[in-house]
């Protein structure tokens, strides 16, 4: 039976997503439903449900992730760019494996809705 995490197939490229970058361990993909001119996922091939669920031998892993995030948002011609982790169903969590949006291309307001 394949993996019923939407995220880890497209890890493992079961389903398709439209990738701006991939190594062994971390995956970036355009959100398929953008809330600004630039936004993008990128994931660690880990399962993790979330940040709430992130150990100490993720660490390396999870600054991997917001360093390529970053990385990938300046090679998109977005120098300034806003990171968002979604921690739980209240926070706006609807995909449980761990992703990072990267936001970037218009003005973000403080606080987030
Ligand atoms: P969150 O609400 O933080 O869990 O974010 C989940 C994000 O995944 C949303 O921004 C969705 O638009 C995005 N998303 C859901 N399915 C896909 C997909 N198949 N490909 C790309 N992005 C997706
Ligand atoms: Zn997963």
């Known amino acids: ?3 019923p995490c939407l995220f ?3 890890a493992s490229g079961e389903v398709p997503a439209k990738k701006l970058h ?3 361990e971390v995956v970036a ?3 398929i439903s953008p809330q600004a001119p630039t936004h993008f996922l990128v994931i660690p091939k880990k399962h993790l449900s979330g940040p709430g669920a992130i150990l100490s031998e993720d660490e390396a892993l ?3 992730v917001v360093r390529i995030g970053a990385q990938l948002a300046r090679e998109n011609g977005a120098e300034h ?3 968002v982790l979604n921690n739980g169903a209240e926070a706006g969590q609807t995909v449980f494996h761990l992703h990072l949006h990267v936001l970037a291309g218009r003005a ?3 606080p987030p809705g």
Request: hydrophobic share 40%; glycine share 4%; charged share 35%.
């Open 8 to 10: 880890c197939r497209i």
């Open 22 to 24: 991939e190594d062994d």
């Open 29 to 31: 993909f355009w959100d």
């Open 1 to 3: 039976m394949s993996n």
């Open 81 to 83: 760019c806003r990171l």
């Open 62 to 64: 999870i600054g991997k």
């Open 108 to 110: 973000m307001s403080w």
